[in-house]
């Protein structure tokens, strides 16, 4: 059976001659005879990135005779010669690991690399893998295989659970982004949509007391999940009373590398229905509503490494509506429904500034730094007192409490119920979620995977890059 680990290091060695191509050698840490012989793979390189379905003979050739003859290359790519080379090429992991068997090429055991190059035992691999080589390989895997990678053994599991692999998956440009979605059925559960997969990740239960949290803010900064403050949207059966307060001043975190959720300093004020934004990776909450329903002009900041909420100037007006934040031009908006007046803030020290915009009233979307609006059943693109009708929202215009959101140069209308009509008179949930890619030529709406567990009015909806 071919061993996994030495997997990782021929597909290495084969992203290493890529990249070697535009380095020098004397700079790729590689000799200069094996720099030759791992040129022989190039052909290679179709395969493991997923442009083949298959490797081609010249590749399963040049792959025996460089197992067979000159396996003290692959040392050299072991020993970490090339570990930094090949951080830009899109390896389709799933299809590299199948290579040796393919080419139905027999690999010899990695114990044949000379031992002296690092520790023996090394923990997350063979003896002479070192384990920032290791964890290199393993910040190329994408986040869905990481459960599949865990049963490897505990080592293993240990460093896919590492502050260490989210730090090496930044480092070698292999972070991805998910958009993090929270709906009113199933009760407190959050789902990961994986958009280069087309799947979506179900999160451990959300372990707040509060059944059916709602109004809340949700932001990530640091490669974590932040849910803030809210209420609940319970209601007794037996009385019709709303079941628990209707704000709280709770936050919790959600850490996908290590899978688990963690309680916060709790913010200084209560709030529901508030903005909430993240501005050089701090949080800040600005309005809302506090306890009975009273609206409030406080905002506070807070420290994701410290752990602590500061008070910040308060907002110069409070409206009896619910708002909600942007960032736009490194600039935190703070937007109240049924208002043309948008409060600004820059940095904390300075306070609010209030703008008279005219923006578009509806759903709200920023892409690349570009606000998109949904209004009268039309998306728009709003800059400044200008806007431009982008497309029709006809496909989803008839949702009802649906999240509109930002991610990778795409529009996202997710989840939502469809209202009664004059044929239907039935309010029907749904998991859908249809993308408009804004900066093309002509935008044209797409679907997409459905939640898969997650269904109905979105409670909450945010990016997340880990």
Known sequence: MVSPKYVMVLVLAISSMWAMSMAQPSSS???????NVLVTLSPCLNYITGNSSTPSSSCCSQLGNVVKSSPECLCEVL????????????????????????????TPPLSRCNKAASPAGSPLGSPGLPDAVALRCLAHV?????????????????ALRSC????????????????????????NLWQLYDPLHDIWITLPVFPSKIRHLAHFGAVSTGGKLFVLGGGSEAVDPSTGDQDGSFATNEVWSYDPVMRKWAQCAPMLVPRAMFACCVLDGKIIVAGGFTICRKSIAQAEVYDPEKDTWVSIPDLPYTHNSACSGMVIGGKMHVVHKGLSMVQVLERPSDGWMVEDYGWLQGPMAVVNGVLY???????????????KVIVSASEVRKRIGSAMIGLDGDIYVVGGVIGPDRCNRD??????????????????????????????????????RI
């Open 29 to 35: 840490g590689i000799s200069g005879a094996c720099t």
């Open 79 to 106: 020993n970490g010669g090339a570990s930094g080379l090949a951080a830009g090429l899109n390896i389709n992991q799933t299809q590299a690991l199948t290579l040796p068997n393919a080419c139905n090429v027999q």
């Open 142 to 158: 994408p986040f869905n295989l990481h459960p599949k990678l865990e049963l490897v053994s505990r080592t293993w599991r240990d």
């Open 164 to 187: 260490e692999l989210y730090k090496a998956r930044e480092e070698v440009g292999s972070s991805e982004e998910f958009l993090c979605v929270c709906a009113f059925d199933p009760d």
């Open 373 to 387: 609006v949904m209004s009268h059943g039309l998306i728009c693109k709003q800059e400044s007192d200008k806007r």
């Open 427 to 464: 309010i029907k949930p749904t998991s859908d979620v249809d993308v408009l890619t804004v900066g093309s030529e002509r935008p044209n709406w797409r679907r997409v995977a459905p939640m898969s567990r997650c269904r109905g009015t979105i409670l909450g909806c945010t990016q997340l």
